[in-house]
């Protein structure tokens, strides 16, 4: 059962607690007061901490389904585009201005898709910190689920810390509901940023359990295998691989496998296989429960948007007949672009996803792929590459074999055993990119390594600055200059 089914049942009763609790989050900054939070009736019952928290889900909800730039600053959007492996596409090559700053990397301060990636974050955060600080008054007669509630509650707000941390470096640090008068916060360091998400993810691992040994319908949620799937991910972005490892440990032993077939994993029965460790779920209907992603990637001629297309160059780091180009990427004939585009997230007759029927075209059924199994198996073996090859031989050989499927030995072949050093450091460097193609990881994968100078100064990449975006020029006048802006 879709998370999203649950989501419809409380939305009503959620958005009234959002509307009477709390001072808008665009507003974060703002000095002026619209309204003493009224929070006396509600948080008194496990039934409310429960709408509580379906209202920090709905964010996710907001950023990858209902929120148009909010979508647009997806990773799977945004963070593909100007890289080695996508251009922008759209109609034209000037089709959607904000996009096409990020194409040419000439992102200004006023550029609406940083704002809102940036709003809509808050927001999330604002809802979970709303949870953290109540929940813990209710009376459960089940005290596990009112753990788990909170567990939940820490793992939204690292994840959306994290969406701010890659994207704007370090950012205010706000624990709590703030009063009138404590809106203006400054910038924290990246590093303590980090650390604040670690000690997050730290709670969720400790009293969230695994959807293995749940119901059907804790599926939806976040469970273990999420966040320690998060923490092996944050852990990476920080060069901390002896972490990585000792995080990867724990999540193997939960028991998740490869899905065989790669071909089903962004298909309709591939939802929540196997090897999915976190997925947002979203549904096709008259309320728009849908992802807008989809249609921003579809061709044009297909009722999208048209927008992140693969360069040459992504195409040819496929082995031959490996399976996954033709899984990841289809040929769509356009006026302008590459005219390939991406399959993980497209509509009939590309997938089974349907083109939706609803009056908002952007309501897909799609889920939307955060943290996958083979993700891991591959953190995983760069973490622990220089230290023990022969295991991180056996690891990316788990993600080639499943690769191939049902094919002959000789289609992208297992890694041999006396690979070491730094060719087997660009093996695992060529199966993120193959395996993980339009999922949103190729930047930062860049950036962390060190690489991107090299690979993305020919489309305009300058080092010491790209790295993150620039803060929301509404934000720093906002904060009457407490907020620093990055290099821009």
């Known amino acids: 059962m879709k998370l999203y089914n649950n989501i419809k049942t409380y939305i009503k009763y959620s958005l009234l607690v959002v509307i009477i609790t709390m001072v808008s989050c665009s507003d974060n900054l703002d000095s002026k007061s619209f309204g003493e939070p009224v929070l006396e009736d509600f948080y008194t019952n496990p039934v409310q901490a429960e709408q509580a928290l379906i209202a920090t889900y709905s964010s996710l909800r907001e950023l990858y389904g209902t929120n148009f730039w909010a979508v647009m600053g997806t990773d799977m959007v945004f963070g593909e585009i100007g890289t080695d492996d996508f251009i922008k596409g759209g109609r034209t090559a000037e089709n959607n201005a904000p996009l096409f700053e990020r194409d040419k ?3 200004s301060t006023t550029n609406p898709i940083m704002a809102e990636l940036w709003k809509v974050s808050y927001k999330g955060i604002l809802y979970a910190n709303l949870v953290i600080e109540n929940v813990p008054n209710i009376t459960f007669d089940d005290t596990e689920r009112k753990k788990e509630i909170l567990a ?3 793992f939204l707000r690292a994840f959306y810390y994290l969406n701010l941390v890659k994207s704007f470096g370090g950012v205010p640090i706000i624990d709590r509901p703030l009063g ?22 730290k709670i969720a691992i400790a009293d969230l359990p695994s959807r293995l040994s749940q119901g059907s319908d804790y599926t939806g949620r976040a469970d273990k295998g999420a966040a320690l799937g998060m923490m092996m991910r944050v852990s990476l972005y920080q060069n901390k691989m002896s972490q990585v490892e000792t995080y990867g440990n724990q999540l193997f032993a939960l028991g998740f496998e490869l899905t065989p077939d790669y071909s089903t994993i962004f298909e309709p029965e591939g939802e929540w296989n196997s090897g999915s460790l976190f997925e947002i779920s979203f549904l096709s209907d008259a309320t728009a429960s849908g992802s807008g992603i989809p249609q921003r990637v579809s061709p044009n001629s297909n009722k999208g ?11 040819n780091e496929y082995e031959a007949n490996d399976p996954r180009l033709d899984a990841t990427l289809y040929f769509s004939d356009a006026t302008y672009g590459t005219d390939w585009y991406v399959r993980k997230y497209a509509w009939a007759p590309y997938t089974k996803y ?3 029927t609803t009056s908002r075209s952007k309501n897909s059924s799609n889920n939307v792929r955060i943290i996958r199994l083979a993700d891991a198996y591959l953190m995983y073996a760069e973490a622990i590459y220089s230290t023990n090859p022969a295991e991180a031989i056996k690891y990316v050989n788990k993600v080639r074999t499943r690769a191939r ?10 890694l041999l055993g006396t690979l070491s050093g ?3 450091l660009d093996a695992i460097y060529h199966e993120r990119r193959v395996e993980l193609a339009g999922e949103g990881f190729r930047f930062h994968d860049l950036v962390r390594t060190g690489r991107a100078e090299a690979l993305l100064s020919p489309y305009g990449f300058v080092e010491g600055k790209h790295e993150v975006m620039p803060i929301p020029l509404d934000q720093v006048t906002l904060s009457e200059g407490v907020l620093e802006q990055n290099n821009y």
């Open 105 to 107: 990397w000439a992102i």
């Open 405 to 414: 499927g049902t094919a002959l030995p000789t289609v992208v072949p297992d």
């Open 305 to 315: 948007g048209g927008f992140v297309q693969a360069r040459d160059g992504l195409r």
């Open 422 to 424: 730094q060719p087997l």
């Open 354 to 356: 349907e083109i939706p």
């Open 152 to 154: 939940e509650a820490h």
């Open 180 to 201: 009138i008068g404590e809106y203006n916060v400054p910038r924290a360091t990246k590093e303590a940023s980090y650390t604040f998400i670690e000690d997050d993810l």
